[in-house]
């Protein structure tokens, strides 16, 4: 048997790796695994060592391993210490029973009509045959969507949170934070009155909604119901808990959802027959398998980050012939795992078709996460996603403003198209089936 390897770097030019790639972007990440191979290492500023790989094989044998939690994740502390994301072992599967149920199977359904409806509003605010960027309605359409899901709030309440929670979001998505992370052991975090500020206001919005709901006020909201639920040997989540929920819920959901909805605009308008066949689909109203299908072949071109954490070395792991020493940071390198030949034909080219012909192979699609801690609102996300395409699309006729494609602009951790999915739209005319699973757009 071979003796495994070090994992592969540029040695002592490692420091360099990170504002190498806060200038480059993607780029330098993909001529180093054409360099490296699938996986290769770096030291990164505020998390340590780290091995970064694409290969779902590696990926795969990495999750067999004893692992530590992640704590590498620059938004955690706006989330707070109980997110389901920071809980592990036994506290986080009790957390997950309880959370899972009210975000995905046919939980989520309910929210299908909150979506429409503020899709609907979203399409009047289009200006008639004239290039605007989609993606800064979309930040707002979006929060909308989820403030309304998670908290049943009406438009008064709307009206309060609304600039509040856009602040949080818009910190959370600086180059500040960035810095402010990597410098979090000397308490650059801690030390952030304007943040900490942000967060203190938010939280006590949060209670306030709590609040109400031990006063008797109840509804079909995700706060609501998880304030109902209990495990089966009668555990609940205490009010703390809760609040860091709903501010995971918040930060964590509406980001993915917002420059999923934009990506996939850019790339429908670039790819006639798959908007052509979206079309027909939101038309005929009778369901929406290739609008997720176009949601999860967005999230693989345009994943909305960087990487997905996988955990932290416990002691010294060997993986395809490569050794990792205790404490190295094991990420995956989304785009890079997306676009990988061997597990995806034709890689580069938009093909939604391929989410319908059979499943990805193990580990190769990632834009949610793996493990343990694998996103517990990905079918939310789908389904804004697939619901919002399908309102728009019955609405509208899509054109893309420039025939280019958008390229990927990173905003702290996230991908953005860098012209702001800059699209013309076309009122359809009246039009006014029956969406699935919904009501008529209003």
């Given at each position: ?15 360099l790796v990170l504002p190498a790639y806060l200038v480059r972007g993607e780029h330098l990440l993909d001529r ?35 692992l530590n939690p992640f704590e590498g994740r620059p938004t955690a502390a706006a989330w707070g210490p109980r ?360």
């Amino acid at each position: 048997m071979s003796k495994a390897r070090p994992v592969p770097g540029p040695g002592w030019l490692t420091p360099l790796v990170l504002p190498a790639y806060l200038v480059r972007g993607e780029h330098l990440l993909d001529r180093a695994f054409e360099r490296y191979g699938d996986v290769f290492g770096f030291w990164a500023p505020g998390v340590g060592r780290v091995a970064l790989m694409r290969d779902p094989a590696l990926i795969g044998e990495v999750m067999t391993a004893r692992l530590n939690p992640f704590e590498g994740r620059p938004t955690a502390a706006a989330w707070g210490p109980r997110s389901i994301f920071a809980q592990h072992g036994a506290d986080h599967h009790r957390m997950r029973k309880l959370v899972l149920p009210l975000l995905g199977g046919r939980s989520v359904q309910r929210h299908r009509a909150i979506v429409a409806d503020v899709a609907g509003r979203t399409v009047e605010e289009f200006p008639a045959g004239m290039p605007f960027a989609l993606l800064p309605l979309l930040w707002e359409s979006l929060l909308e969507i989820a403030l309304r899901s998670l908290l049943g709030l009406d438009r008064r309440r709307l009206e309060v949170w609304l600039p509040v929670v856009r602040e949080l979001l818009h910190v959370a998505l600086t180059e500040e934070l960035m810095v402010r992370f990597a410098l979090r052991g000397l308490g650059a975090i801690r030390l952030w009155p304007s943040a900490q500020r942000l967060r203190a206001r938010c939280v006590q919005l949060v209670r306030g909604e709590i609040a109400r709901r031990h006063d008797g006020e109840t509804g079909d909201d995700v706060l609501s119901l998880l304030m109902a639920s209990r495990t089966a040997e009668g555990w609940r989540l205490n009010d703390d808990a809760l609040v860091d929920q709903v501010m995971t819920m918040l930060l964590a959901g509406h980001t993915t959802t917002a420059l999923g909805v934009a990506w996939a605009v850019e790339r429908l308008v670039r790819h006639p027959s798959a908007l052509h066949r979206l079309t027909a689909e939101a038309l005929r109203g009778d369901d929406d398998r290739f609008a997720t299908a176009v949601a999860c072949e967005t999230l693989r071109l345009r994943p909305s980050t960087s990487t997905v954490p996988l955990g932290v070395a416990r002691e010294r792991l060997t993986f395809g012939g490569y050794r990792v020493e205790p404490g190295t940071n094991l990420l995956v390198a989304l785009r890079a795992l997306h676009r990988h030949p061997r597990h995806f034909a034709d890689p580069m080219v938009f093909r939604p078709e391929r989410f319908l012909e059979g499943r990805p192979a193990p580990y190769s699609w990632l834009p949610f996460g793996t493990g343990p801690h694998v996103c517990v609102g990905r079918q939310f996300a789908l389904l804004q996603i697939s619901t919002f395409l399908h309102v728009v699309t019955r609405r509208v006729i899509l054109s893309a403003a420039d025939p280019r494609d958008e390229g990927m602009n990173r905003v702290a951790i996230t991908h953005h198209p860098d012209r702001g999915c800059t699209v013309v739209a076309v009122p359809r005319g009246p039009v006014a089936p029956r969406p699935f699973g919904g009501r008529p757009d209003a």
